[in-house]
């Protein structure tokens, strides 16, 4: 996983190291490597740049070049500087215990949205909570079932009607049927597209405002690399996320996007899905991540 920025850092650390004395002007030359590294690795453009630009300011100072151990120094850098790129670390869920909590989920068609949402009740129910399921993906014939088979796997309440309805509608009487199911936490799977489209944005801003979710979190596929950033950054702009979810890093993914992602969103990515099966859904941690980025 992530073999291209690790290779890419490796690569150009182990040169600035091997020309044996280290000057400002290797250490910009190498970080120009670690540079390509990363667009290599499909993060986005201005990310990378700005991400080079801090490391630079840091290491030409005095502090890598007079240091006993430069090259160690220089990774330690490069290391907190994409830790702070993708952190801070925020798992919060942020749900209250009166009332019922509304999480919505949005992300593009094949994402793992349906999957995730899967997920995230599966470990509410686990932490005790009483998750309800809202089939409102009207865009996808198989996802209304998809979710009640999964549903039915957690033994956690599904709300669906007929394909074809009103997505809003839905999730209304949706949030209706969790009050008298007595469910505290309502998890409403929106409908994606394959691309992002004014349809799509119009209908879930529609729900954003007739539902008023209280966490809204983008299932984000990190094998898609630029494509997720770029989508990220549509829903973003729309709906005001308050978190990711990236899935398929189990994959072979490259893992520009975990960087990218939390860039140009400014949210935090909360989880991560390493695997199709229900209980593969873990807490994202940048420390971990960034250290899995360096090799
Ligand atoms: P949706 O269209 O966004 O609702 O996507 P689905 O939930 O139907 O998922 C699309 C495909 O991705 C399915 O085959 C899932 O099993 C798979 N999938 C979802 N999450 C993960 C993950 O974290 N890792 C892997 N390897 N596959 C995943």
Known sequence: MF??????????????????KLTEANIREGLKQVRQ????????????????EKVTAEAVGEKVLKSLRPDEQLIGIVHQQL??????????????????NKIMMCGLQGAG??????????????????????AADMQRPAAIEQLKTLGQQLDVPVYAEAPGGNPVAVCKNGLAHAKTAGANVVIFD???RLHV?????????????????DQVYLVC???????????AKAFNDALELDGVI????????RGGAAISVKQVTGVPIKFVGMGEQLDRLEPFHPDRMAGRILG
């Open 246 to 253: 990236l899935t398929k890093l189990d994959g072979d993914t």
């Open 197 to 213: 489209d004014d349809r799509l944005m119009f209908e879930l801003e529609q729900i954003d405002s007739r539902v008023q979710p």
């Open 3 to 20: 073999e291209s920025i690790t290779q890419g850092l490796q690569g150009a650390l182990t040169g600035i190291f091997r020309s044996g």
């Open 221 to 231: 596929d990190a094998m898609t690399g630029q494509d997720a950033v770029r989508s």
């Open 83 to 100: 830790i702070a790129l993708m952190g801070p670390t925020d798992h919060s869920l942020h749900l209250r215990r009166d009332g019922i």
């Open 37 to 52: 590294a990363l667009l290599e690795a499909d993060v986005e453009y201005n990310v990378a740049t700005q991400f080079i």
């Open 113 to 134: 949205k349906t999957t995730t949402c899967g997920k995230l009740a599966r470990k509410l129910k686990a932490e005790g909570w009483k998750p309800l399921l809202v």
């Open 190 to 192: 929106t409908a994606g």
